[in-house]
C-alpha cells in the first residue's frame, strides 16, 4: 500500500478564483440547469443565512437539477433519493470534493479523510478502518460514559444550561480520550481549549460571503487561521511525545503513528496531524449537533420522552447502558428518535462537490467543471419523499416502515466511498450521552425560544440551546398505547 500524497492545494487568492469561476461558466459548452440564475444579493444572503426554504422551492418549481447563483458563480444543485445514489454512488467517480466551495476547510483540516479524493482516499481510508471496527467502538464505551457522567455533575437542579456548548466541551473530551488518547487535562489542552478553538475556526463559514474573500489582519479568515494554530501545538506535541516515547495504545493516533507503506515509509507528522485534525472536527462537531437538535424536539414531545425514560426503566433497569444494549438495538425507541433527528437535522447537510466531466442526469445536461451538491438537509423535507416531512415523527423508522423508505433518501452520513468513517462511534456516543441525561434530568427550553440555524459547515442552532434543568420526576412503568 503506497501511502503518496495528494496533489499539493493550490495557493489561491480568493478574487482570482472568482474570476476563474467565471472564465469556465462562459467557457462552458453544456449549459447550466434551468433556474435563479441572474445576480442577486438577496438571493445571496438568504442562501448564506437560510438556504433550506430557497432550496425547497427551487426543486418545486424546477424538480431534481437545478442552479442557483450564488454571489457571483452558478451552483448545480441535485436533491432527492435517485441524485443522491447518483452523485455518492454510481457515478461518484465525476464528483471530487477537493476544489469544491469548502475547499477553504483544508487551511483548518489539511489532507485528512474529508478533504481528499481518489487513490490517496481510498488508501487512507484503509488505513484508518481498523480503528473503527465495532469491537473497538465498544470499547470506547467506559470513555463516553465517564466523562458524561462527569459532566453531568456539573448539572443543578433549577439551573441553567447551554446544551449546544455543554455538549461541545464534552464531545471534544471525549474524542481526545477515546480516538486519540489524549489527555483533555494536560498542559497543552487546558492552555488551548480545543472546543473554543474549533468554535472559532469554523465561525468563519458563518459570516457573509464576501467577508470571506478578505485576507489580513482581524478578518474571518485571519481568526480561522489563528484557531488552526492553536489546535496544531496541542495536537503536534502530543505527536512529538509519542514519537519520543514509544507509547501507544488502542487509538486511531497509534494506529497512524505507526502505519507503514510497502517500501516501509511512514506517515510524516503533517499527515498524521491532519488526519487527527479531521476526526477531531468530525468526531465532536457532529455529536455536538445532533445532541443540541435530538432535546429541543424532545422539550416539544413530551409524550416522546415518557417513552424512552419507560424504555430505559423497563430495560436497563437502572444499570448503565451497555455497549452491546446501545449498539445492538437494545433501545428501540431512542434508536428512531435518533434517526429521526438526523432526517431533519443532518450535521453534514451539504455534499460540496465539483463534476469532472459534463453529465446528464434524468434528461438534464451539468457541464464539466460545475460546482455540485447535494444536500441532505434539503432531500430529507421533500414532500413527494417524505409524508408531512416537517412534523418530527421517529414512528417513521419502525420496523416495517423504515424498510420502505427509498433507497438514497435517507443519507445523514453521506454515501458510498464517503460515508463518514465515524459514523458507528457517533451514534454511540449520542445515544450514550442521551441516555444518561434522560435518567436524570428533564431539559426544558425557555417558552420564547426561537431556533435559528446556521451553516458553518454543519448545521448548528445559531443562538445554542439554552435549557432550564429540571430533576427527573418518576414516570409511568407502561407505555401509552
Known amino acids: 500500500m503506497s501511502l503518496v500524497g495528494p496533489p499539493p492545494p493550490k495557493p489561491f487568492n480568493p478574487f482570482a478564483v472568482m474570476v476563474d469561476d467565471l472564465r469556465k461558466e462562459r467557457a462552458s459548452r453544456v449549459p447550466y440547469p434551468p433556474g435563479d440564475t441572474n445576480f442577486s444579493m438577496a438571493r445571496t444572503r438568504r442562501f448564506a443565512h437560510d438556504p433550506l426554504p430557497l432550496l425547497l422551492d427551487c426543486y418545486k418549481r424546477h424538480g431534481p437539477v437545478f442552479t442557483i447563483k450564488v454571489l457571483h458563480g452558478n451552483v448545480v444543485f441535485m436533491l432527492g433519493p435517485s441524485a443522491n445514489h447518483y452523485m455518492t454512488v454510481s457515478h461518484a467517480h465525476n464528483f471530487i470534493w477537493r476544489p469544491s466551495h469548502f475547499r477553504d476547510l483544508i487551511g483548518l483540516l489539511g489532507d485528512g479523510l474529508l478533504t481528499i479524493d ?31 457522567e462527569r459532566a453531568l455533575e456539573e448539572l443543578t437542579p433549577g439551573g441553567s444550561l447551554d446544551l449546544y456548548s455543554w455538549t461541545r466541551r464534552l464531545a471534544m473530551r471525549v474524542a481526545m480520550r477515546a480516538l486519540f488518547g489524549l489527555d483533555p487535562d494536560g498542559e497543552p489542552a487546558r492552555e488551548a481549549d480545543a472546543a473554543e478553538l474549533f468554535e472559532r475556526a469554523l465561525s468563519f463559514y458563518a459570516t457573509e460571503y464576501t467577508s470571506r ?9 485571519a481568526r480561522l487561521q489563528s484557531a488552526t494554530k492553536g489546535l496544531n501545538k496541542v495536537i503536534y506535541a502530543e505527536i512529538d ?13 497509534s494506529l497512524l503513528l505507526d502505519a507503514h507503506d510497502e517500501d516501509g515509509s511512514a506517515l510524516t507528522d503533517r499527515q498524521v496531524r491532519d488526519e487527527v485534525m479531521t476526526l477531531l472536527f468530525a468526531g465532536h462537531d457532529t455529536t455536538t449537533s445532533t445532541m443540541s437538535f435530538m432535546f429541543y424536539e424532545l422539550a416539544h414531545h413530551p409524550e416522546i420522552v415518557q417513552r424512552l425514560v419507560v424504555e430505559q426503566r423497563e430495560r436497563l433497569r437502572g444499570q448503565p447502558p451497555t455497549a452491546e444494549q446501545l449498539m445492538g438495538g437494545g433501545l428501540p425507541q431512542l434508536e428512531m428518535v435518533l434517526e429521526e433527528t438526523l432526517r431533519m437535522y443532518p450535521p453534514a447537510w451539504i455534499g460540496p462537490r465539483r463534476s469532472v466531466e459534463p453529465f446528464e442526469f434524468e434528461g438534464i445536461e451539468v457541464p464539466g467543471g460545475a460546482y455540485v ?3 441532505s438537509w434539503a432531500s430529507h423535507r ?6 408531512d416531512p416537517e412534523r418530527f415523527d421517529p414512528e417513521r423508522f419502525a420496523p416495517g416502515a423504515r424498510e420502505a423508505i427509498p433507497k438514497g433518501a435517507y443519507v445523514p452520513f453521506g454515501g458510498g466511498s464517503r460515508t463518514c468513517i465515524g459514523m458507528r462511534f457517533g451514534q454511540l456516543e449520542v445515544r450514550t450521552m442521551a441516555t444518561l441525561i434522560l435518567s436524570r434530568f428533564e431539559l426544558e427550553l425557555p417558552r420564547d425560544f426561537k431556533l435559528s440555524i446556521r451553516q458553518m459547515p454543519t448545521i448548528s442552532p445559531r443562538e445554542g440551546m439554552p435549557m432550564t434543568v429540571r430533576e427527573r420526576t418518576p414516570a409511568p412503568m407502561a407505555v401509552a398505547a
Open 118 to 148: 481518489g487513490d490517496f482516499h481510498r488508501r487512507s481510508r484503509q488505513i484508518m478502518l481498523p480503528a473503527f471496527h465495532r469491537e473497538r467502538i465498544a470499547a470506547s464505551i467506559d470513555v463516553i460514559r465517564g466523562e458524561t
Open 213 to 221: 474573500f478578505l485576507r489580513g489582519p482581524l478578518t474571518p479568515y
Open 241 to 253: 511525545r509519542r514519537r519520543r516515547s514509544g507509547e501507544r495504545g488502542e487509538d486511531v493516533l
Open 373 to 375: 451538491n447535494y444536500c
Open 382 to 387: 421533500l414532500p413527494d419523499v417524505w409524508q
